[in-house]
């Protein structure tokens, strides 16, 4: 067992190795026809991780009798009645970055002594080996969290996980961060801070990365007792010959049944494979859908369904390297003074406005994290279709 010491610099805990076990911008388009204006609602690129909604804000009801964040995968158990379904749950009150977003809650209550209620929240994506990863994510707990206390065993553990799976699912090595050992915050959801665990190397016959928390032999204690994280962010740095990405696809926003394509520029293209994904799950061609495994991918005939976030993993002999996520929103047509923006639900666009066709300043109108895939803002400042007035969409990621 090795162990690698804190730095002096940043709360660092112990990381313990186990064998075996956007930049932001919009694509806009301004039209004024009769008395309708015509408005395209675009989006901008998020910031490099590796991770599919990292941020955790995008929520669905899935092995968890509440929602949990879309594209991640909850295993919860107890000791000994087994399989739980409600061990975490996201929640807005412990969100930490995004207005309007989500953080998850982890619930030590659901345990007792000799019936330790152990979770795991993680998810999975390819990686090939000598590639490097860190992981970083908001953490706390409360005052009377499990986790702080050693007065059973096993005892509690509270970690950031960094998993290496080779091709049969069959852990190779397992890299996990203590919290508790770095000063995890007991002050509760409003007192989350971020860890950024040690760089952690994926070895030979890696062929998937699992990064996550976990909380584990955790039991009910009283008063404030939960444990919150939020805002993860796995980053990525492939061996050296590995794809180096030199155009990021771009954001789209193009009317109902019409077409949108994304395009990824690699400078070493000899050898390179290539698989786009919609929200971490890998397209396929058919329908609406064509290029999925090439440098381009087509969307024909858009519709609501494909709304979202893109990215591609490219890959060659050496190793692979993912894209920045882009997105594809659809043009919204509506009597002024409403501006209907349509995409995926939990996503944040903020609605700007100039009184110039070819703006050189836009004017903030509203934030607006839609609750529906099609949501309507209205423009309260002005009546009637102000042939002066033009808007625009930006995602915020």
């Known amino acids: 067992m090795q162990t690698k010491s804190p730095s002096a610099t940043r709360r660092c805990p112990v990381i313990t190795q186990l064998p075996k076990t956007i930049s932001q911008g919009s694509l806009v388009k301004r039209l004024v026809i009769g008395g309708l204006c015509l408005a395209a609602l675009g989006a901008g690129v998020a910031k490099a991780n590796d991770l599919a909604n990292g941020n955790l804000d995008i929520t669905e009801i899935s092995s968890q009798n509440n929602p949990t964040p ?19 749950s996201s929640e807005p009150w412990c969100n930490v970055l995004d207005l309007g977003g989500y953080g998850v809650f982890f619930k030590p209550f659901q345990g007792t002594v000799g019936d330790e209620i152990s979770v795991r929240l993680y998810q999975d994506n390819p990686a090939t080996p000598g590639t490097k990863f860190t992981l970083s994510g908001y953490a706390a707990g409360e005052a009377n969290y499990s986790g702080f206390f050693n007065t059973n065993t096993p005892a509690p553990k509270t970690l950031f996980v960094i998993e290496f799976l080779d091709a049969g699912g069959n ?3 397992t890299n996990v961060y203590d919290l508790i050992a770095a000063g995890l915050p007991s002050t509760g959801p409003g007192g989350m801070v971020q860890f950024t665990t040690p760089q952690v190397t994926a070895p030979a016959n890696t062929v998937t990365v699992r990064a996550g928390a ?57 050898g390179a494979t290539y698989q786009w994904q919609f929200y971490n799950t890998n397209l ?29 993993l490219v890959s060659n002999g050496l190793g692979s390297v993912y894209s920045q996520t882009a997105t594809l929103a659809l043009l919204g047509l509506s009597v002024n003074p409403v501006i209907t923006i349509s995409g995926k639900i939990g996503d944040t666009f903020r609605v700007d406005y100039s009184t110039t066709l070819a703006p050189t300043t836009w004017i903030p109108l ?14 309260f400042s002005t009546s009637g279709c102000n042939g002066n007035r033009f808007y625009r969409a930006v995602y915020v990621p």
């Open 70 to 88: 879309t594209g991640w995968i909850v295993d919860a158990s107890k000791s000994v009645s087994g399989t739980h379904f409600d061990g975490c």
């Open 171 to 173: 852990g190779l090595v």
């Open 214 to 270: 976990s909380m584990l032999n955790a039991y009910g204690t009283s008063g404030g007792q939960s444990f919150f994280v939020d805002a993860f962010d796995l980053v990525s740095v492939a061996p050296p010959g590995s794809p180096v990405i030199t155009n990021q696809p771009s954001s789209r926003t193009v009317g109902p049944g019409g077409i949108a394509t994304f395009t990824v520029g690699v400078s070493n293209t000899a």
């Open 284 to 312: 396929s061609n058919g329908g609406s859908i064509s290029g999925a495994t090439s440098p381009t991918l087509t969307i024909n005939g858009a519709s609501v369904s494909n709304v979202g976030h893109y990215r591609v």
């Open 366 to 379: 509203s934030t607006n994290k839609l609750t529906a895939s099609t949501q309507s803002i209205i423009d």
